[in-house]
């Protein structure tokens, strides 16, 4: 939610975990048009071709026009990466099975990832029915100082510098998020 909260490396983090930790196909979407993620492959950035990268098929720049068609697509798991934009595709949003909100919670944001969650659709729904995560949270009295105000859990985003090789020590960061939405592999 909001500029650098760390969407896109947690989207491309939890790509690879349900790819290499569940042997799962997995695709990555990027929405919203920020046509960031095709300097994976070395491509141009207005390349918006899918390619692969360690298993998982990455989506630069999908469209509204063309989710539809990706979606159908033969993986087990699609990743959306809504970046800033979730706001502006609240039906894609609403019609996936885990709902993320990230937000930066480092002290000169956290007010702002507050009102952004009481003034944005994802209150209006059963607060259930999002997981919310923090990153950059530098003290414990900021989390629970957002998750106060606006009636919330937060999950704090632990340190994940390689979204691409997810350390052990973050399977558990991971698989919690699967189990706050009741999504396990059979």
Request: net charge neutral; glycine share 6%.
């Amino acid at each position: 939610m909001g500029h650098c909260a760390g969407a896109t490396h947690l989207c491309i983090a939890l790509a690879n975990f349900l790819c290499s930790g569940f042997f799962a196909d997995t695709a990555y979407l990027e929405l919203g048009g920020r046509r960031e993620i095709s300097s994976i492959a070395r491509k141009h950035s207005d390349d918006d071709r899918p390619f692969i990268h360690q298993r998982v098929v990455y989506y630069p720049n999908v469209t509204a026009n063309r989710l539809a068609e990706v979606l159908a697509g033969r993986y087990r798991y699609f990743v959306l990466d809504f970046g800033g934009q979730a706001l502006h595709m609240q039906q894609a949003f609403s019609e996936c099975s885990i709902r993320l909100v990230i937000g930066n919670i480092c002290p000169w944001k956290k007010s702002q990832f507050a009102r952004s969650v009481q003034k944005s659709f994802y209150n209006k729904k059963t607060k259930e029915d999002v997981v919310y995560l923090g990153n950059y949270m530098e003290c414990k009295s900021d989390q629970r100082e957002v998750e106060k105000k606006c009636g919330i859990n937060i999950i704090p985003v632990p340190y994940l510098p390689d979204p691409f090789r997810i350390a052990s020590e973050n399977f558990g960061f991971f698989e919690k998020i699967m189990e706050e939405n009741e999504l396990s592999h059979e």
